[in-house]
């Protein structure tokens, strides 16, 4: 039972060291029949991206399980059942999240429990271990005693307030040296790798001509035109990244959106520029014409089923229902109950099937993290909250998402002279 554990800023390449150690130990120890390693991530973009990584891995082809910390404390929780009880453990639904994690933590620390989960994955990979809570940094606490455990975490780059002093952090360098790494692979563009520095240091980042620049756009015209200036200065990025960190107020939604309409001064545009949607987004597009009361009947709630778009979600769900009825003898079902259940596949539809790319996206810092773009333009609007820490944080994890260019657009000149940028 080991923990090796990583840090290091981002675009240090941790992900790619995590997955150098994984075929060191596969290698060094082979997986026994019917082993596999067990990676796991909080956030589902991640384990998309994670799922990318190991499939690089020699000797891993079908013998990898990745998946959240939360999916899989559902999957110990259910299979534990009774010993939950037993423990005095309550009957939770998937979506108590920090329940059901506090709970599989403390399945975990039964003898019988670590054991059988050992037993099956030997090795255990965390990426990302900075933005765990407590409860799920209790499973792996448990995990630690019985299977060997590579880890990776910036604490930095979590953006969780909550998490300040980062417990993760803590605990990794309590229980282990961890190997700090320093070298920068994402971009070797000066001036991007001066900003990320200074912004990390709590240093005001400089300008960089084209590479790295701070512009204030008080008003959408103004800012929508530096936008498409900086597009179209770099006509040869393959993907550019419109990130904020705030969309509170409407200012960056503004911006967007003339952007993808109007030529700026330089004739430059227009650019189509696609919002990236969240799961409750999605799930709320689709179950907005849900035609069905608090409680129905399983008919009834077929009915208002098929009256929606006849997409993958939806018809899960149909599938879902007609079991529930002939196979557990259901006759009643409620609104809450259905729009969970259609939450909950457009969840595992976009964990498994991913999104659909474009040249020019549009996101929150939040959705951007642990991905890379050739080009970012991050919209900095007044509505954007928290302490001075916070807000450094924030710039630091939206530049560092830049491979070849930054532009960042400011809303006011107030703004400008305020930390992070001072």
């Not at 900075?130 to 409860?135: A, K």
Request: charged share 20%.
């Amino acid at each position: 039972m080991t923990l090796t554990a990583l840090e290091g800023a981002a675009g240090c390449g941790k992900t790619f060291r995590l997955m150098e150690l994984l075929a060191e130990r596969i290698v060094a120890t082979p997986l026994k029949e019917g082993q596999r390693v067990l990676a796991l991530t909080f956030m589902h973009g991640a384990r998309r991206r994670l799922v990318d990584r190991l499939a690089k891995v020699a000797g891993l082809r079908g013998r990898v399980d990745c998946s959240t910390i939360d999916g899989f404390a559902w999957r110990l929780v259910r299979r534990w059942r009774g010993l939950a009880l037993t423990l005095g453990i309550p009957n939770l639904t998937e979506e108590q999240f920090d329940q059901v994690c506090n709970a599989a933590g403390l399945l975990l620390e039964q003898p019988a429990v670590s054991s059988w989960v050992a037993k099956s994955f030997p090795v255990i990979l965390v990426d990302e271990g900075q933005d765990l809570h407590s409860q799920r940094l209790r499973m792996l606490t448990a995990l630690a005693e019985t299977t060997d455990l590579l880890v990776a975490a910036d604490e930095f780059q979590c953006l969780d307030a909550a998490l300040n002093p980062n417990p993760f952090v803590g605990w990794i360098q309590a229980a282990t040296q961890p190997q700090v790494l320093t070298q920068v692979y994402r971009t070797n563009v000066a001036g991007l790798l001066n900003a990320a520095t200074a912004i990390r240091g709590g240093q005001a980042p400089v300008d960089a001509g084209q590479h790295f620049r701070v512009m204030v756009g008080q008003s959408v015209p103004l800012a929508a035109t530096m936008m498409s200036n900086a597009i179209g200065w770099h006509p040869g990025t393959n993907d550019i990244a419109i990130i904020t960190p705030s969309r509170t107020g409407g200012f960056a939604q503004q911006v967007v959106d003339r952007v993808g309409t109007t030529t700026s001064n330089q004739g430059n545009g227009p650019y189509p520029i696609a919002w990236e949607g969240s799961d409750s987004d999605e799930t709320h597009a689709i179950t907005a014409t849900l035609d069905m009361d608090t409680e129905a009947s399983g008919a009834t709630a077929l009915a208002a089923l098929h009256l929606l778009p006849r997409i993958g979600p939806v018809q899960q769900t149909m599938i879902w229902v007609n079991r529930q009825v002939h196979a557990a003898g259901r006759t009643d079902f409620t609104r809450v109950e259905i729009e969970t259940m259609i939450g909950r596949f457009v969840t595992m539809q976009r964990q498994y099937g991913g999104n659909q790319s474009s040249r020019f996206t549009a996101m929150t810092v939040h959705q951007a993290k642990n991905r890379e773009f050739d080009g970012v333009v991050v919209v900095w609007p007044h509505t954007v909250a928290g302490s001075a820490e916070q807000k450094r944080r924030l710039l630091y994890n939206a530049v560092t998402r830049a491979r070849k260019w930054c532009n960042v657009i400011v809303q006011g000149q107030n703004i400008r002279n305020a930390p992070p940028f001072l």
